[in-house]
């Protein structure tokens, strides 16, 4: 998996929109889309903001650093 499949994944698993994750992170909606499709890396910010959002523990988004 990468890490955007894996970041979708965790959204969808939590039944949020990506409209309401962009929002929480302070993202535009079409930048968490391109980190989902791995057209774009999210910054250590980011994906642990995600991993909060996500309720999703940080370490098991870790070894994408």
């Given at each position: 998996?990468?890490?955007?499949?894996?970041?979708?994944?965790?959204?969808?698993q939590?039944?949020?929109?990506?409209?309401?994750?962009?929002?929480?992170?302070?993202?535009?909606?079409?930048?968490?889309?391109?980190?989902?499709?791995?057209?774009?890396?999210?910054?250590?910010?980011?994906?642990v903001?995600?991993?909060?959002k996500?309720?999703?523990?940080?370490?098991?988004?870790?070894?994408?650093?």
């Amino acid at each position: 998996k990468t890490l955007g499949s894996l970041l979708r994944e965790l959204r969808e698993q939590r039944k949020l929109l990506i409209s309401e994750v962009a929002a929480s992170l302070s993202l535009d909606q079409t930048m968490l889309s391109k980190i989902q499709l791995d057209e774009r890396k999210p910054t250590k910010e980011q994906l642990v903001h995600s991993a909060i959002k996500t309720k999703n523990q940080p370490m098991k988004l870790k070894h994408f650093d």
